[in-house]
C-alpha cells in the first residue's frame, strides 16, 4: 500500500530523497525494508510539540495579560498525557501555578457533568466574540464613506449604510450565567424583518463584511399585517443561559414574537 501511493518508488528511495532536503536532526532510517521498520529521531516529534506548546503559551499570555486575579491554571484534557508539553507550559509563564488533576483527560467530562448538575459553580463568563445584529445605519461620511454602501430609504426618506453591525456585546465584556441583554429596534419593512446575527473577533466593528466577522444565526419576524411607520419598534433580548445564547425579538404593538439559538462554533 505505501509503494501504491507513492508511484511504486522503493521505500529507499523514498527515505534517501526525503533526507537530502530534511532539516537537521529529522533524518529517518530503515531498519527493515522488507517489513516496513522505520526509526523517526525523538527531536521530530519534540519539535512538533514544541511548535504546538508555543501557541498554546501565547494563548496563556494573552488570557493573563486581559484578565484580573489569575492564580492559577489547571491542566486538563488529552494533551496532559504528553509530559514534554506540560513541562513546557509550566515553565512558561512563571507568574502562576499549573496544578494537574489525577485524571486531567477525564476532567471536561465531569466539569460539563457537574455544571449540568448545578450551573450556579459558574457564575459569569467573558464574551469571547463581540456580537450584534446587522442592520441599516444613517449615512455618515466619516464613519462609512471609504468602505460603506450607500442607500437611499424610500420608507425613511434619507440615506442609510447597508450591511453596518449593531453591537449587542462587546469581546472581553463580563456576563453573568442567566444574563438578559436587551436593545431597542426600528423596524424598516411594514410588516416582514429579516434578522440576521454576527459575531466577530474584533471589538467594535464597523460592518458585517469585514474580515473576522461571521454570521451565527437568522430569522424572520412576521407581524402578520402592515404596520405603520411609528408602530414598528421592536426588542431584541439575547439570553445567556447555561450552555446556549439565545436570541427572541418582540414586537412591541402586536406582541408577534420569534426565538432562534446563536451558533457560534459555524
Known amino acids: 500500500m505505501f509503494k501504491e501511493f507513492n508511484d511504486n518508488k522503493n521505500i529507499i528511495e523514498l527515505v534517501d530523497s526525503y533526507n537530502k532536503n530534511c532539516r537537521s ?10 517489513r516496513w521498520i522505520i526509526t523517526f529521531p ?8 514544541i511548535n504546538q506548546a508555543e501557541k498554546i503559551i501565547q494563548q496563556i499570555k494573552t488570557i493573563i495579560e486581559n484578565t484580573r486575579n489569575i492564580e492559577s491554571t489547571s491542566h486538563v484534557g488529552g494533551h496532559c498525557s504528553n509530559e514534554i508539553l506540560v513541562n513546557y507550559i509550566k515553565n512558561n509563564p512563571k507568574n502562576s501555578a499549573h496544578p494537574k488533576p489525577p485524571h486531567p483527560a477525564q476532567a471536561i467530562v465531569k466539569g460539563a457533568v457537574l455544571f449540568g448538575i448545578n450551573p450556579n459553580i459558574i457564575t459569569e463568563r467573558k464574551a469571547k466574540y463581540s456580537l450584534g445584529l446587522r442592520i441599516r445605519k444613517e449615512w455618515d461620511e466619516k464613519i462609512h464613506g471609504k468602505n460603506g454602501e450607500k442607500i437611499f430609504d424610500e420608507n425613511l426618506g434619507s440615506y442609510r449604510c447597508k450591511d453596518c453591525f449593531c453591537l449587542f456585546i462587546e469581546k472581553g465584556q463580563t456576563l453573568p450565567i442567566d444574563h438578559t441583554i436587551i436593545h431597542n ?3 424598516v419593512g411594514s410588516r416582514y424583518g429579516k434578522l440576521y446575527f454576527y459575531k466577530s ?15 451565527i444565526g437568522e430569522d424572520l419576524l412576521d407581524l402578520k399585517r402592515d404596520f405603520k411607520e411609528n408602530e414598528r419598534n421592536i426588542v431584541v433580548l439575547i439570553k ?4 446556549y445564547v439565545e436570541a427572541e425579538c418582540i414586537h412591541e ?10 451558533y457560534f462554533n459555524k
Open 185 to 187: 429596534l426600528f423596524l
Open 253 to 262: 404593538k402586536s406582541g408577534e414574537k420569534v426565538k432562534t439559538n446563536l
Open 240 to 243: 445567556f443561559g447555561g450552555t
Open 201 to 215: 473577533s474584533k471589538k467594535n466593528p464597523i460592518f458585517c463584511t469585514e474580515e473576522g466577522v461571521e454570521k
Open 25 to 34: 536532526g529529522w533524518k529517518i532510517t530503515v531498519k527493515n525494508e522488507h
Open 42 to 49: 525523538n527531536k521530530i516529534f519534540y519539535d512538533l510539540i
